[in-house]
């Protein structure tokens, strides 16, 4: 039994970098969240952005969907914000982004008047002169986020989130910012990704039966 045990836990050992590595992936894009939020309504967004490669990213640009308008954003130590156009650039001053380490971004943005959903096309530089283009479909590599704009309820108050004049400044507690992150990000996963898991999973349990029977031989 014991070697039995043994080989098993040889076989979880990939196992679990695997995993790790699939939970990896699934999270390293560049994302806009809230996925959902309702017309007319003045949002509160939170661009996060994780450095995947060796070297800084020093730049994120992000392109507002058509029919929403940028209205605020949250100063970041050691970043600037330009805006030209539909065009907000967030770029460092100072290091960046290092390798392992991601950055939220917050901004205000009215939605559209219209229901719909609205992709979040984002450009991310790094130090070393590379570019990450986050525009593609679902499903691709480098998707871009989607947020669905539903209708508002009657009555409901579209300055909800912040706008200038509300409840609310735009500068946010850590309240509000721990309520933001636990909002569910865009789903911009690969599907292969879950493909590969549910093979990588197979393997693991056909390898163990196998063990089983050799050992009741």
């Known amino acids: ?51 995947e490669k060796e070297a800084a990213t020093t730049q994120i640009d992000l392109r507002m969907p058509e029919g929403a308008e940028f209205k605020q954003y949250e100063t970041v130590p050691g970043w600037t914000v330009t805006v030209e156009g539909n065009k907000i650039s967030w770029i460092s001053t100072g290091e960046g982004i290092s390798a392992g380490q991601f950055q939220r ?5 009215k939605n559209p008047d219209a229901a719909g959903d609205i992709a979040w096309d984002a450009y991310q530089h790094y130090a070393d002169g590379s570019l990450v283009q986050w525009s ?8 871009h986020s989607i947020t669905e704009i539903v209708a508002a309820a009657a009555g409901s108050d579209s300055h909800s989130h912040g706008a200038t004049g509300s ?26 990704v879950y493909i590969t898991l549910g093979i990588s999973l197979l393997a693991f349990l056909l390898s163990a039966i196998a063990l089983l029977r050799g050992k009741k031989e």
Do not use: Q
Not at 3 to 19: G, I, N, S, Y
């Open 167 to 192: 409840a609310h400044s735009g500068s946010m507690t850590m309240d509000e910012h721990e309520a933001i992150m636990e909002n569910t990000e865009s789903g911009s996963t690969s599907p292969m």
């Open 105 to 109: 971004f917050y901004f205000t943005a």
């Open 1 to 51: 039994m014991n070697k039995l045990l043994r080989k098993l836990l040889t076989l979880a050992a990939p196992m679990a970098a695997a995993l790790s590595l699939f939970a990896a992936v699934a999270s390293a894009h560049v994302t806009v969240s809230p996925a959902e939020s309702t017309t007319g309504a003045w949002e509160t967004y939170t661009l996060k952005v994780p450095s």
């Open 136 to 143: 593609g479909e679902e499903g691709s590599d480098t998707p």
